[in-house]
């Protein structure tokens, strides 16, 4: 089996995206996103289609979902069950559930939403609905926003993940990888914490934002033996 490297959230940056197949097929290593493959911001607001593209073209590529990418399947799902546009984006949307209905966010994310899934098509829709929300190699756990819970609860990951952090709860697994909040991720300095059982590391260093993208290398046992950042 295949080293693994685990790469943090990409937001449509196809910049990184080539350094992190590169490094791959310089080291023979698997890819594992995890998650957030959409969506980056200004100056260049894309929707992330061609670093989906890129990284699902490769055949050993896994992607862990993200609320970015489960935010087109849960909303067609909504939608499919008779809920309106307004009902399904607060399913579908961890940002717009405390949302007014008539707030001018929710309005602009479900008119978002309704044209990247044309955009996207069906076969790429199919195969975000065919991928995992987690993955565990040996001894570590991988997940977008946090386990047990799901996408759905990615809102509260940062005071999850703070809990872990402290101490206060422990994982199952000896090591943890996680993605989904750059600020919390930054803020706790370069992303590595200590827990009594081994470490949780979050990837995502702020792609979104102009900044890098967290990866970590894996061997088939779980064992962590590189993490770093691509800038």
Request: hydrophobic share 40%; glycine share 10%; with cysteine.
């Amino acid at each position: 089996m295949k080293n693994i490297i685990v790469v943090g959230d990409l937001h449509g940056r196809q910049d990184l995206t080539q350094k992190v197949i590169d490094i791959a097929h310089d080291r023979n290593l698997q890819i594992v996103s995890i998650g957030d493959l959409f969506h980056g911001k200004k100056p260049k607001p894309k929707l992330g289609v061609d670093v989906f593209d890129m990284l699902t073209a490769i055949d050993s590529f896994e992607l862990i979902l993200g609320n970015h990418e489960t935010i087109f399947t849960q909303f067609l799902d909504a939608k499919a069950l008779g809920m309106s546009d307004i009902e399904a984006i607060k399913f579908a949307d961890h940002h717009c559930k405390s949302l007014p209905d008539n707030d001018e966010k929710v309005k602009r994310i479900i008119a978002e939403t309704k044209a990247e899934i044309v955009i996207l098509g069906e076969k790429r829709i199919n195969y975000l609905r065919g991928c995992q929300s987690s993955k565990v190699v040996g001894k570590t756990g991988i997940y977008h926003a946090k386990p047990a819970q799901g996408i759905e609860a990615c809102d509260n990951a940062d005071e999850f993940w703070e809990s872990v952090v402290k101490g206060e709860l422990i994982l199952e697994h000896d090591n943890v990888l996680v993605g989904h909040e750059a600020d919390f991720v930054i803020q706790h300095g370069k992303s590595v914490f200590a827990q009594v059982r081994g470490q949780v590391i979050g990837l995502d260093h702020g792609a979104k934002r102009g900044l890098g993208v967290g990866y970590a290398i894996l061997d088939a046992d779980g064992n962590i033996l590189e993490v770093g950042s691509i800038y």
